[in-house]
């Protein structure tokens, strides 16, 4: 599998007359079509619940049949989302610019009214999060289709992180994010969180957002956005594929229900090939799947610094580059089991909770009930006592707001 990338352009329709804030944004973003929301009500059988593929805190999506008979995965934005319409902004600036083998591909996007839809390339076999880490499915992951599935994630953000202009961070990246196409090529999805780093920045500051299990400890305490928080994600999807399992799974003895910390004790005690999932029966490359999980170490330690670059990260996974031995623990964020994340019965979310899924079942399962994604507000005794703390919307009290620590394991 290679890194194979380049520019997109595709056409907007200019005739169209802008009627509002959003309308004149999207219009000035070019290499975008523009639908007309008949056609996508067509499309989708009139959004009938039999098409629905997925359902995220942002709205809904449909599979879906456009004009020219191509299957198209329909992305339709909650009215009541507030936030929802800035991700949605962000996604069309991101993903429209850009195209990859190992990225998801933008069709275009529907502005009518109050309906705000993107149009995506439908992807047969939906997620890993489904399909492989704690789902249910039929498919076969064989030793050697994780590989390339791991070298096409990473290659797909080496592409993001040092080949784009300026250079894009996911923040994101996690299982239910990881879309697979009928040959089971990996595609990153999901944009809507997505910052841009201009060329004279090492970081920018922003409001964190991420998944717990998959969100890096120092970005979540002091809000400072790099490259290298995207690769601490990826360290812990690498894991994750190579074991077959969730990042965290409570109905495992108690130290066994970390997949970082369990990682790192096993290589402490040069027993990692203990780690590799149990469904493939033993037949796989040992040396190999090591290899990964080291790659998987070194994307998580705990000094951002030390965590190699996405295009090292390839090299080392495609064996042209020799993994570094010389690995330093990695940060964890813990003591997060009491966190609760409001359910399909609580009040709606506000705009400072942010939940987006392409597919249906990625957050179901006790395995992933914590992988949730939100927004963090750091405050300023967080950056001292190493403590920071959850909101899970403005609405939340102080005395409901909870509190969770970051440590080195």
């Known amino acids: 599998m290679g890194c194979f990338s380049f520019l997109s352009g595709r056409i907007v329709n200019k005739s169209?007359?802008?009627?509002?804030?959003?309308?004149?944004?999207v219009s000035g973003i070019h290499n975008?079509?523009?639908?007309?929301?008949?056609?996508?009500?067509?499309?989708?059988?009139?959004?009938?619940p039999a098409n629905k593929i997925g359902e995220g805190g942002f709205g809904s999506v449909y599979k879906g049949q456009l004009k020219d008979r191509k299957f198209a995965a329909i992305k339709v934005l909650s009215a009541e989302s507030r936030q929802g319409v800035k991700e949605f902004l962000t996604e069309i600036d991101v993903i429209s610019k850009i195209k990859h083998e190992n990225l998801v591909e933008l069709y275009g996007c529907c502005v009518e009214g109050n309906q705000r839809i993107l149009v995506y390339n439908y992807l047969e076999n939906n997620s890993l999060a489904q399909n492989l880490i704690g789902g249910s499915s039929n498919l076969q992951f064989s030793w050697r289709t994780r590989r390339e599935i791991c070298i096409g994630i990473a290659c797909g953000l080496a592409f993001l992180h040092e080949e784009v202009r300026p250079h894009i961070i996911h923040r994101d990246i996690k299982a239910s994010n990881i879309l697979l196409n009928e040959d089971l090529m990996p595609k990153i999805s999901d944009f809507g969180l997505a910052k841009l780093i201009p060329p004279n920045m090492t970081h920018v500051s922003t409001r964190v957002a991420g998944?717990?299990?998959?969100?890096?400890?120092?970005?979540a305490i002091r809000g400072q956005l790099t490259?290298?928080?995207?690769?601490?994600?990826?360290?812990?999807?690498?894991?994750?594929?190579?074991?077959?399992?969730?990042?965290?799974?409570?109905?495992?003895?108690?130290?066994?229900?970390?997949?970082?910390?369990?990682?790192?004790?096993?290589?402490?005690?040069?027993?990692?090939?203990?780690?590799?999932?149990?469904?493939?029966g033993g037949?796989?490359?040992?040396?190999?799947?090591?290899?990964?999980?080291?790659?998987?170490?070194?994307?998580?330690?705990?000094?951002?610094?030390l965590r190699p670059s996405m295009s090292n990260v390839v090299k080392m996974l495609k064996g042209e580059k020799v993994v570094d031995d010389r690995i330093t623990k990695p940060g964890l964020i813990s003591d997060f089991m009491d966190l609760r994340v409001r359910g399909p019965h609580d009040t709606k979310p506000s705009a400072e909770t942010t939940t987006s899924s392409y597919n249906a079942s990625a957050g179901s399962g006790s395995d992933n009930q914590y992988n949730s994604t939100f927004s963090l507000a750091s405050s300023a005794a967080a950056t001292t006592t190493t403590t920071f703390i959850l909101n899970l919307s403005s609405e939340t009290s102080a005395a409901n707001t909870k509190n969770f620590s970051f440590r080195t394991i």
């Open 16 to 25: 169209r007359k802008p009627g509002s804030d959003i309308d004149e944004e």
């Open 32 to 48: 975008v079509k523009l639908f007309t929301y008949k056609e996508l009500r067509i499309a989708t059988e009139d959004f009938s």
């Open 211 to 219: 998944t717990i299990g998959y969100l890096a400890p120092e970005y």
């Open 227 to 280: 490259r290298k928080a995207d690769i601490y994600s990826f360290g812990v999807l690498l894991m994750e594929i190579v074991s077959g399992r969730c990042n965290t799974n409570t109905r495992l003895p108690i130290g066994e229900q970390y997949l970082l910390e369990r990682t790192w004790k096993l290589y402490e005690q040069r027993e990692l090939d203990g780690l590799v999932d149990t469904s493939l």
């Open 283 to 305: 037949d796989f490359d040992a040396e190999e799947a090591c290899r990964f999980l080291k790659i998987g170490l070194l994307c998580t330690q705990d000094t951002p610094k």
